[in-house]
């Protein structure tokens, strides 16, 4: 094939890693999946007025 | 009675909480309807809480330093079940499914709550006449402000309606009003109460503190509710305050500055800077030093603040938009929706307040203004930290005037903000202050002054604040 010489192939690749803890990043709730609706919430995680996060400590030390 | 008196009482068995309460509910039947201190009173509830504490005492338990203390919650204050609307349409019938961490130590320490008290909306007001539920009158005089945005509980308090009274105070909304309707007002340390179920205006601002008629009653009520919260990261991880032990050590050897700044702000009333030069008198003749003190920063607080909360309060109000919990208004989609909710939802105050936070937090714009109001910030701090070489206490009246007709200040927005002046440096800083009365002014309306401490200072400043208690004309 002619015009391929000369050029240079660059490959990126965006990595999503999901961190897996045992429970979400600003609550204790389960970081479980398939569960029952509704059961895996609190007020923190649905942002309910009041309510405040606290980070897992266990994310930032896998995502570091 | 004050509360602890009333602890007494119920613990030793010679009072019984539900006759107490009753004595309370009686004065909110008396006066509530002209004074609108109350969102919502929990009688029944409390009735049923009061037996509940009687019948322990009865079974030989103790029910804590609080017993049958009747107590009233500003209504940004989560109550499990119980109606939570921070005086706004927005959260009409919102029902919390939990409590705040203050609203649990306080049963657990024994008291009972009467009731949910109104409040500017969103606690963002000097007034009370913000609320979406009608004003709060002040229990002195029913034509005057109870101040805001705690009006409600501080009026509920100062008539004798609840024995203590929580508030919440992001520029000065316990002080103000405890100022204005005569009674103590306390806001502690930033991070020394949790916030966790305090419905957030302005996060790195807003603490909770005690509104009572007595300092050794806000000494109690402070080391009940204090203390870490793993629930609250921004809680300082000490253990809870002690501030009783040493309430009546008195002033002898302490140095304290009255600010300057402060003492010449403009709309400074003549008989408020009266009283508080008696004031000064009054820890003088107690052996303390009293000299000058300047703190230069104090005179961009207002400004700085109100960059500051609104920027903060534009983020902390985004949730509300008819989704999840309170008012929906509906439409063909969801951000006419939104609009349509937060529309309706929200008064003139809070929708100015979100609008100016938005402005100062837009790209291009938050240099020039959140920015700049950060660094304001930490030149007030610096300021205070220079200040606090000089002086174990600061001093300064808690408002410019006694309590102002209903009505007078809402037509110009600024008019109101400037009541705020000697109240914000504390919130901006995060240093406690309180505001104890001190005699009236020449309308024979009460006056408060306040003092001032550095961060973790609570136990110095209450022991200033029970001198001038002692000493008050």
Known sequence: ?64 | MSALEIAAAVRSGERSARAVLDEHLAVIDARDGELHAFNLVLADEARASADVIDARVAAGEDPGPLAGVPVALKDNLCTRGVATTCSSKILEGWLPPYDATVVERLAGAGAVLVGKTNLDEFAMGSSTENSAFGLTRNPHDATKVPGGSSGGSTAAVAAGMASIGLGSDTGGSIRQPAALCGVVGMKPTYGRVSRYGLIAFASSLDQIGPITTTVADAATVFEVIGGHDPRDSTSIPERPPVVTPTLGDGVAGLRIGVIDELMEAEGMAADVLARTQEAVAALEAAGATVGRATVPAAVYGITAYYLVAPAEASSNLARYDGVRYGLRIDAANTADMNEATRTAGFGDEVKRRIMLGTYALSAGYYDAYYGKAQKVRTLLIRDFEKAYEEYDLLLSPTTPTTAFPIGEKTADPLTMYLNDVCTIPSNLAGHPSMSVPFGAGDDGLPVGVQVLAPSLGEATMFRAAAVLEGATP
């Not at chain 1, 002619?2 to 690749?13: C, D, H, M, Q, Y």
């Not at chain 1, 569960?35 to 942002?47: D, M």
């Open chain 1, 1 to 64: 094939m002619s015009g391929i010489e000369g050029w240079e192939t660059v490959v990126g690749l965006e990595v999503h890693v999901e961190l897996a803890t045992e429970t979400k990043l600003f609550c204790g709730c389960r970081n479980a999946f398939g569960s029952e609706p509704n059961t895996n919430v609190c007020p923190v995680c649905l942002g309910l007025p009041g309510s405040l996060p606290v980070l897992n400590r266990a994310a930032v030390e896998y995502a570091m």
